[in-house]
């Protein structure tokens, strides 16, 4: 996905390859190099090359931020990515390593804060604000002055009524309606929304 969205921004001659754990059949067919575990980070001078954070967060959300603050704390920069099929108002803030997928819409005054990912087609009405690494899965509609802080992952096509506040590190699921806040760390699925233990 963030590979198609670079390729899409024009920026396909520049990506040098990608760094996991295991080669993966999936970029094989993007043509893109496996460079290595992230100990081949260390042949890459942080003023040379930028970096694109390729993690999801189903499963463990937490690992899309340590990538993160582990590669910005040896200095290499996460440029923000927009899809050039996003509707994203001039007033909208993208921080540092924000990601903007196909279709999706950042509404007037909404903060998209560093290393969230807004999934294909998701909607972020006006001024929410979306904290740091947060997932917002595809289709998801948040209405105006929503909060979902730091690391929480909202299901695909979830929807939160306006004014809601998603705690650090909840996970809304899939399909959910989010009436009420969600407190951190926890989960809430349903329609109406209902929250339990993670
Ligand atoms: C580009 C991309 O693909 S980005 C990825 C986007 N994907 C998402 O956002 C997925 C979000 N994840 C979900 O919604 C998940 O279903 C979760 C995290 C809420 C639950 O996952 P799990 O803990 O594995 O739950 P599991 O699948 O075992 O189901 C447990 C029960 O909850 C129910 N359930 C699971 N998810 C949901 C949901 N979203 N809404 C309502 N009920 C649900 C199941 O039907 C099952 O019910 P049962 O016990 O009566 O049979």
Known sequence: MVCACARACGWGARLLGYLAPEPSALMSELKLEHLGDDDALERFAPDQ????????SVGDPSRRRRAHDAAAAQGFAFPVLTHPTAIIDPTALLS????IMAGAIVQIGARIHAGALINTGARIDHHCFIGDHVHIAP??????????????HVGAGATLIQGVRVGQDALVGAGAVVVGNVSSGMRTIGVPARESAL
Not at 49 to 56: D, E, M
Not at 96 to 99: V, Y
Not at 144 to 151: A, L, N, P
């Open 49 to 56: 090359v930028a970096l694109l954070n390729g993690i999801g």
């Open 96 to 99: 540092e390593g924000a990601q």
């Open 139 to 152: 289709g998801a509609v948040l209405c105006g002055q929503v909060t979902v802080e730091t690391g929480a």
